[in-house]
């Protein structure tokens, strides 16, 4: 919200200290304006009065000419939010850049950072809203911060103290409290943005100088202190001349709070019992040393997986429950039978009939019943092979899933991929590079969220369906969703 200027009808009187109070503390949404193309404006008594864009000062197709302001102490005591976007590229070979831009949270401003690195072919995400807390500015603190094994980082020279201000996101405080908001100075502002000048960022560049010395994916923690709520980062680098197909040259992902490992996991029956029952048998068992390698490989996992995970962790509990978090990640709708027959390789009979016996007789919502519109709870013999994660349509994907996205799509019009595409969230410069293999490299590209797909709800089975259906092929985003 943030104060906008009206031409005012000459019958207004504007000197009533009424009237002029009202006009004062009149703030305007930019998102209505952006989607109906008019103001809602909320007066202090919160009536709405909604006022068409033609009434409205607007110089150009920039958000900041929206914000002339009735009265600049007004727009200085607005409580205003920020944004984070997170913009990642391979340079080349051995040098990747990741940089942290804060913006005002306004669909034009986001507009405006999308536009900027779209021409720079960045990859780029969006945090939820955020303000500065009370010292107005935010840092960063990597951890590690300087010796990374076979990695040095660089940073930006124009940002060399590692700090955004507060009045440097602020674009009324860039252009001038003093003054009106006008063509000359909208100009300046544009100009720094086509330098990536505004919104301001810490940009950062990795280069890998001993691949000899680097793991083979490096982990960089990245926290972004003096903001509302702490925002938490994982930066993912992988070591050039290491290349499976499940791993992006360069990640940066939010870090999971304990809340959002609560929330994705809460309805995940599978995991969590499995964890619980198998962890509690490993932990008993007198030979259990020698077994959760074998335990692993029957779980469909490689030697490689379970030697790093051998390797990251040092106690049994650790590699037992390392090992069914990772068979979980790549089989997120699986039943238990591939544990139950796993525990069954290694002869623990015993376990894996306690496993089955605890998806026998449970109570399950059954959607449809005669005498009500909601889901009951009814008894009813279920069978491990029954019980699946909870919404698998809105699980999100990653590469290592581009198989599966293939086979469902082998009855598509591959005619129409860069329709798909589109409709998936890839940008048509992206699409116009694929020069062959144009359904396989628009997958893979929608898998590793590449352009806008964040902003498009991310890579989900749902999410693919739609965009199927909207190239007009029901028949296919039908049997996708039935598969599921």
């Given at each position: ?30 998102e ?54 997170v913009?990642?590229?391979?340079e ?11 913006l ?13 690195y ?37 940073e ?12 440097e ?69 992988k ?25 994705r ?79 069954k ?5 015993d ?67 860069k ?66």
């Open positions: 919200m943030k104060p906008a200027e009206l031409y005012l009808p000459h019958h207004i009187d504007v000197t009533n200290q009424t009237s002029k109070s009202n006009l004062v503390l009149l703030n305007a949404d930019d209505t304006f952006y989607r109906k193309g008019s103001f809602m404006f909320t007066s202090v008594d919160d009536t709405e009065m909604e006022v068409e864009a033609a009434l409205c000062k607007i110089y150009c197709n920039h958000f900041c000419s929206h914000c002339a302001g009735v009265d600049k102490r007004t727009y200085k005591d607005t409580d205003k939010q920020c944004q984070l976007a913009a990642t590229k391979k080349d070979d051995v040098t990747v850049s990741v940089h942290f831009c804060i005002p949270f306004q669909p034009a401003c986001k507009k405006v950072v999308l536009e900027q779209k021409e720079r072919n960045f990859t780029l995400t969006f945090s939820k809203p955020m303000k500065f807390a009370d010292g107005g500015n935010i840092s960063l603190e990597f951890d590690p911060d300087e010796k990374i094994l076979g990695w040095e980082k660089d930006d020279d124009i940002y060399c103290d590692n700090e955004v201000l507060e009045k996101v602020d674009y009324n405080e860039v252009i001038g409290y003093q003054e009106v908001a006008s063509k000359n100075n909208i100009k300046r502002l544009e100009e720094l943005e086509k330098d990536l000048l505004y919104p301001p960022r810490l940009r950062f560049r990795f280069n890998c100088t001993n691949q000899s010395l680097a793991d083979k994916i490096t982990k960089i923690k990245v926290k972004l202190n003096g903001c509302d709520p702490v925002l938490k980062y994982i930066i993912k680098l070591r050039p001349d290491f290349s499976p197909s499940t791993f992006a040259d360069l990640s940066v992902t939010p870090e999971e709070t304990f809340d959002d490992i609560h929330s996991l809460q309805f995940d029956f599978v995991l969590l019992k499995s964890l619980l029952v198998v962890g509690a048998a490993f932990k008993d068992h007198h030979d259990a040393d020698n077994k959760w390698f074998v335990f692993g490989l029957a779980l469909g996992l490689s030697h490689s997986q379970l030697r790093d995970i051998e390797a990251q962790n040092s106690t049994l509990e650790q590699y037992v429950r390392e090992s069914l978090m990772l068979w979980r990640t790549r089989n997120t709708t699986a039943s238990c039978k591939p544990v139950v027959d796993a525990l390789t290694i002869h623990f009979e376990t894996a009939a306690q496993l089955e016996s605890h998806f026998e007789g449970t109570a399950v919502a059954v959607p449809g019943d005669s005498h009500t519109d909601f889901p009951v709870s009814r008894s009813a013999k279920v069978t491990c092979n029954d019980i699946t994660s909870f919404d698998p349509s809105q699980q999100k994907l990653d590469i290592t899933k581009a198989v599966d996205v293939l086979n469902a799509l082998k009855l598509f019009d591959t005619k129409k991929w329709t798909l595409g589109l409709n998936l969230g890839l940008y048509l410069t992206t699409l116009n590079k694929f020069t062959e293999d144009h359904l396989t490299n628009t997958v893979g590209a929608w898998l590793s969220c590449e352009d806008g797909v964040m902003e498009n709800g991310g890579a989900t089975w749902q999410n693919l369906i739609k965009a199927v259906k909207d190239t007009g092929d029901k028949a296919t985003a039908e049997k996708i969703r039935k598969k599921l």
